[in-house]
């Protein structure tokens, strides 16, 4: 795959990979939120990937999803497509809370991003290493 689009090199971590994407977590401690990039070069659509690789990626998406949900006992996980700002395929997966700064609305724009602490961080990553287990490579 080409390298990640500049905008994720900055905003996010590369936590680790699954079959098709790699683990991204959004540096932003407003939110736990996770991105999914499947390692394909030149793609900005999910219908631009070969049939397999779309069943796997919903694979993927949803294997996350659960153990975000489970972890965090979210109220609701938002996945997302947008692609506005950058072009390359990636699926934004955010924890939601009914009481977080956002709720309901969208959580683009709506706040500065926080940063975590080093402690904060690998809180995040342990608790996606023991959602996810041995279904993702851990880098972090």
């Known amino acids: 795959m080409d ?15 699954f079959s098709l994407c790699q683990l991204l977590l959004m ?3 407003n939110y736990p ?12 659509e999910i219908h631009q990937l070969r ?5 796997q990626l919903i694979r993927e998406s949803s294997i996350l999803s659960a153990a975000l949900e489970k972890a965090f006992k ?3 996980i938002n996945v997302a497509a947008l692609g506005n700002l950058v072009p390359q395929l990636h699926i934004h997966h ?18 500065g991003m926080k940063a975590y602490s080093e402690e904060e961080q690998q ?11 041995d279904g993702v490579e851990f880098l972090l």
């Open 27 to 29: 540096k932003d401690a």
């Open 123 to 133: 809180s995040v990553v342990n608790k996606l290493r023991e959602g996810l287990g």
């Open 51 to 55: 049939k397999s690789d779309q069943l």
């Open 33 to 44: 939120w996770c991105i999914l990039v499947p390692d394909r070069e030149n793609i900005s």
């Open 74 to 76: 979210a109220d609701k």
């Open 94 to 111: 955010v924890v939601r809370y009914r009481n977080d700064k956002a709720w309901p609305g969208p959580v683009w724009g709506a706040f």
């Open 3 to 17: 390298k990640l689009h500049q905008k994720l090199q900055q905003d996010c971590l590369l936590v680790g990979r």
